[in-house]
Nanobody, 121 residues
Framework: QVQLVESGGGLVQPGGSLRLSCAASGINFNIYDMGWYRQAPGNQRELVARITRGGSTNYAASVKGRFTISRDNAKNSVYLQMNNLKPEDTAVYYC???????????????WGKGTLVTVSS
């Protein structure tokens, strides 16, 4: 059974920091590309940051320079360090894992249940 479990969300003041964690189980984590997405009320889910199995990263323009994605293959975990948080960062943050059919038996796409981040004074 595949599980992606997020943790680390909460309430933080503008300018503050949070670190989100996502623990994966039931998958060969090393061959998955991992990502963080977010969805604010009334908005579509959007990509925040991705990290490939090889460690390459990319970020949404709105978080570049403030957020850092990383992974620890030994712990089957991916992280999102969020600094200088702004009220517009308020959203539910979701962990995502993808594996293409070239590496897995078929295209795989798994999601966590999300963790709420609220940035407010």
């Amino acid at each position: 059974q595949v599980q992606l479990v997020e943790s680390g969300g909460g309430l933080v003041q503008p300018g503050g920091s949070l670190r989100l964690s996502c623990a994966a189980s039931g998958i060969n984590f090393n061959i998955y590309d991992m990502g963080w997405y977010r969805q604010a009320p009334g908005n579509q889910r959007e990509l925040v940051a991705r990290i490939t199995r090889g460690g390459s990263t990319n970020y949404a323009a709105s978080v570049k320079g403030r957020f850092t994605i990383s992974r620890d293959n030994a712990k089957n975990s991916v992280y999102l360090q969020m600094n200088n948080l702004k009220p517009e960062d308020t959203a539910v943050y979701y962990c995502n894992g993808k594996c293409s059919r070239f590496l897995c038996s078929r295209d795989m796409d798994y999601w966590g249940k999300g963790t709420l981040v609220t940035v407010s004074s």
